[in-house]
């Protein structure tokens, strides 16, 4: 299995697996394609992708529920399961609360929980100590935050007393380098993992006739190209798909080895951003 190692955070599986819209919608359980959604989650697993992304909100819950359910006979310390909690939940106790709902719906312990982003229900430090709390009894392995831009990062970083802010995840790709200005230099020079959702862009990134051309030179696909393109760049994609063949593509970027011209050529091929701000 294909590994992207952090100080902070220990070493992950370098591609994820994203379940938004699987098992529900915001808030929302659909229970009606439960076995097809299982057997997908347990198909990527088999296939090497092994951090799956869930949270809270995904489904009320369901989602975590059928992460649960597809991780069943999975060797556990192969696996990295990343789930967060909302916003609203974000007070001590919430927090508490809401962490223990998602383990037990999960079926273990969770390896990273976030806060999905910042909260207006209460002071950031407060959250910090309760995911400090919650690693010190177990339930969790490690924290972070999503959805921050650099000054918040380094506001909850500062929150941390017992144990370090482990890993960011932000919305990233080919097409959306804002970050690199500044949350994927700072996150990543410090021991962070920063996790990328979105990175297919919902289905454009396979269709993007540029690295669909790059791909020619390995047999590989556009999508298999971006993944190995982030996997280089040193995120951590969490591309989202249910069906089977998408996530045999994907998985199928877990062996790609982009030359170092090659991931020159396509940083070229799209705007990027202007250069880095100080922190």
Same mark, same amino acid.
């Given at each position: 299995?294909?590994? /992207? ?10 591609? %994820? ?32 992708? @092994? ?8 489904? %009320? ?22 789930? @967060? ?85 932000? #919305?990233?790709?080919? #097409? ?35 690295? /669909?051309?790059? %791909?020619? @030179? #390995? %047999? ?5 190209? /971006?993944?190995?393109? #982030? ?49």
């Amino acid at each position: 299995m294909r590994r /992207a190692c952090f100080r902070r955070a220990g070493c992950v599986p370098a591609v %994820g697996l994203g379940t938004w819209g699987i098992g529900g919608g915001f808030w929302t359980p659909d229970r009606s394609r439960d076995a097809e959604w299982i057997e997908a989650i347990r198909h990527a697993i088999g296939r090497g992708i @092994k951090l799956i992304d869930t949270a809270e909100m995904y489904g %009320g819950g369901h989602a975590e529920e059928l992460v649960g359910a597809a991780i069943r006979g999975f060797p556990r310390d192969e696996l990295f399961i990343v789930t @967060k909690v909302w916003p609203t939940h974000a007070g001590y106790d919430d927090v508490i609360k809401a962490a223990r709902r998602s383990s037990s719906r999960l079926g273990t312990y969770i390896d990273l929980y976030l806060l999905h982003a910042p909260s207006s229900a209460a002071p950031v430090c407060e959250t910090i100590r309760a995911f400090e709390a919650l690693v010190d009894a177990g339930v969790i392995r490690y924290f972070g935050v999503s959805n921050f831009s650099l000054g918040e990062l380094l506001e909850a970083e500062a929150c941390a007393k017992k144990h370090e802010l482990a890993a960011v995840q932000n #919305y990233y790709s080919l #097409y959306h380098r804002r970050d690199e200005l500044d949350v994927i230099p700072y996150a990543l020079s410090n021991g962070m993992a920063y996790i990328a959702y979105t990175p297919l862009e919902r289905g454009a990134i396979a269709r993007d006739a540029r690295l /669909a051309e790059v %791909g020619k @030179k #390995y %047999g590989a696909t556009a999508v298999q190209v /971006a993944l190995a393109w #982030y996997v280089r760049r040193g995120v951590v994609p969490i591309p989202k798909s249910e069906r089977k063949e998408h996530i045999d593509e994907i998985a199928g970027a877990l062996a790609l080895e982009l030359s170092g011209e090659d991931f020159e050529a396509i940083a070229r091929m799209f705007p990027a951003a202007a250069r880095p701000r100080l922190f």
